[in-house]
């Protein structure tokens, strides 16, 4: 159902109070319609991005929540011209999902991370991992947590998958949107950073190694035409900037 376009027949409408759980809806609430006149079948779902009680709502399928103890999962639905990640939609579903036990599979995924780079032997390096859910090299990245900025989220990351301390440069973010497992979208913000920290300590349940490559070694190694293309354009910044790549 992720990513399909469905027209919900709200039934709760938002502000309502239920009378069967006793929660207010922070949300409309309602039922898909079945795409085929034999589809009988009766999908529970909220709509995000709509701050008032509506009848019916066309939309795009953007979360599916699974609660324990339930063999119906109910879905989240939004406007198509929104982005909304896992965090913001368990904000807004909190009032009918406290207490219970879910799995939540969201459409949109974003990750933040960096291009990181410090001098070795009067040349600069980069930083390069493997993570060990994937056998390519990259650059450390991860989702973006409750309450943070994008660069807050970049600089955690890398803190935590390689024990590095980074300074990020401004006016320098690249930004790359594709699909994965066929209907994840994901969109991904890497940042440009420098650092003086000399010890490289990777997090071990996450990452399976690093090296600190000079650009053209560094252009061979990758194998994603995203990772490529972040590192040509990280490397003609700092050449504008006056810094020696």
Request: with cysteine; charged share 25%; net charge neutral.
């Amino acid at each position: 159902m992720l990513g399909k376009y469905v027209r919900v027949r709200v039934t709760n409408p938002i502000h309502s109070v239920s009378s069967q759980f006793g929660f207010t809806y922070g949300l409309n609430y309602g039922l898909i319609e079945g795409k085929k006149r034999f589809d009988n079948a009766k999908y529970g779902a909220y709509i995000m991005g709509i701050d008032h009680p509506v009848r019916t709502f066309d939309g795009r399928v953007i979360a599916c929540i699974e609660q324990e103890g339930s063999s119906q999962p109910f879905y989240v639905v939004a406007p198509k011209s929104t982005r909304f990640i896992v965090n913001q939609i368990e904000d807004a579903v909190s009032f009918a999902i406290e207490g219970v036990k879910y799995k939540l599979s969201c459409l949109y995924e974003r990750s933040c991370g960096a291009i990181v780079y410090r001098y070795i032997n009067d040349g600069i390096r980069y930083l390069l991992i493997k993570n060990k859910r994937s056998s390519n090299w990259g650059f450390p990245k991860g989702h973006v947590e409750r309450g943070e900025t994008n660069e807050q989220t970049a600089i955690r990351e890398v803190l935590e998958e390689t024990g590095i301390h980074i300074e990020i440069l401004p006016s320098f973010a690249y930004k790359a949107e594709y699909t994965i497992h066929g209907n994840i979208e994901k969109s991904v913000t890497i940042y440009l950073a420098r650092t003086d920290d000399t010890q490289t300590i990777i997090q071990r349940e996450e990452i399976e190694d690093y090296v600190w490559l000079d650009y053209d070694r560094a252009i061979e190694t990758l194998k994603f035409a995203n990772d490529k293309n972040m590192l040509r354009h990280a490397r003609e910044y700092l050449i504008k900037s006056g810094i020696t790549a």
